[in-house]
């Protein structure tokens, strides 16, 4: 079994935490997962104290069997302790000290969780240079320290990840604007292989659980999009994961009866499925550029400009050029051209569920890009993301 980059920062932050408050050293430390609902125990390489009042603790990644770069991947949690005062304040979700609340708002018996990045971490350039530390990472470390601590404790936890810089360039952080380092990104603590065809079994019985409470779902396509469908408020009951299978999930559930799906997803994977390819993993099928280029064609861009999109490194760059080309010549490119997208995405998908199932479902398209801001809805997507949220 392995477990995701957040379980591991968090077995620090507690290694740490407990030497602190001069515990028995142990080999292990138990982490509540939260999601799933389960205790786990993590290998605690090394910890010391800094001085009386902080101590840094080191755990190593393990991904399990899945392929992963960040596998024994060191990560550190230094730990600083402190008593609450009545000027203290604790910062804001983002894991950041910017922007605090009052001391008075703070849940009462709880110690002050404060959690920051440190070196390694990746720096979200879209969203005021904020760690990238997400949801389930914030609330991992923050309920098993508050477990943990006294109520009159400040408890400040600075995750480092000293290979972070150059492994975060190995991946699509920078699609997303993270820079600098990785992402304490997911929303559980069990690895789960987006490409293993036992992970697609584990996608539709989670289908199948969520198609028989609810007749309407959103396919979140990557972390990105679940972890932008929480924010917005989404229940986590009518959320699925698809990861690459997006035509296998698409024709299962139509035979658990599904009715309505939204698509969401970064527009450099969804943009495949308006070229047909219902597996999306780049291995297999990777066309984005030439499916936006032949839709910019179809809405009469120019041929200069077209050769410009065909000749962008990625399609976040040629998105990139589309928006400029509306800004300084005051045109809807943008708009047109991702419109027909999102149409043709929908169009295919209901095609394709009915081709293989003979049911219809309405299907609806979201697709963001790596600000996370949307760029189009689809008609469908837009009358029903009004009622889920």
């Known amino acids: 079994m392995g477990y995701t980059l957040p379980v591991f920062a968090c077995a620090s932050a507690i290694a740490a935490l407990n030497h602190l408050q001069e515990k028995k050293t142990t080999a292990t430390v138990t982490v509540d997962l939260i999601k799933p609902p389960q205790q786990v125990q993590i290998p605690i390489e090394q910890v010391a104290r800094i001085d009386h009042q902080s101590a840094l603790a080191i755990t190593r990644s393990d991904p399990g069997e899945h392929l992963d770069i960040t596998r024994n991947t060191p990560i550190w949690a230094l730990v600083t302790r402190s008593l609450i005062n009545s000027n203290d304040s604790i910062g804001d979700k983002s894991g950041t000290e910017e922007n605090p609340v009052p001391a008075s708002e703070i849940q009462q018996n709880k110690a002050q969780i404060i959690i920051q990045g440190g070196e390694g971490i990746g720096i979200q350039s879209n969203q005021d240079n904020q760690a990238a530390i997400y949801t389930y990472a914030q609330e991992l470390i923050t309920y098993n320290l508050q477990t943990l601590s006294n109520p009159q404790e400040k408890i400040t936890v600075k995750i480092i990840l000293p290979e972070g810089k150059e492994l975060g360039k ?220």
């Open 170 to 389: 190995r991946t699509s952080n920078e699609a997303f604007g993270v820079v600098e380092g990785l992402s304490l990104l997911g929303t559980t603590g069990l690895v789960q292989p987006l490409t293993a065809p036992s992970q697609l079994e584990a996608f539709q019985q989670n289908l199948a659980t969520k198609a028989s409470k609810n007749s309407s779902l959103v396919f979140c396509i990557g972390e990105n999009g679940l972890d932008l469908a929480v924010r917005w408020g989404i229940s986590e009951d009518l959320l699925v994961k698809t990861a690459n299978w997006v035509g296998s999930m698409l024709v299962a559930a139509a035979t658990h009866q599904v009715r309505s799906i939204i698509l969401l997803g970064y527009h450099g994977k969804l943009i495949k499925l308006a070229g047909g390819i219902w597996h999306t993993h780049h291995h297999l099928a990777d066309a984005r550029l030439e499916i936006l280029v032949s839709f910019c064609a179809l809405q009469g861009l120019s041929t200069p400009k077209i050769q410009l999109i065909a000749d962008s490194p990625t399609t976040e760059a040629a998105l990139q050029l589309l928006k400029k080309w509306d800004e300084q010549e005051n045109t809807i490119w943008t708009t047109l051209i991702y419109r027909e997208i999102a149409k043709t995405i929908e169009k295919k998908a209901q095609s394709y569920i009915e081709k293989h199932t003979q049911k219809s479902i309405m299907v609806g398209s979201i697709l963001f890009d790596r600000q996370r801001e949307i760029i189009i809805h689809g008609d469908h997507a837009r009358r029903e993301i009004a009622k889920l949220c």
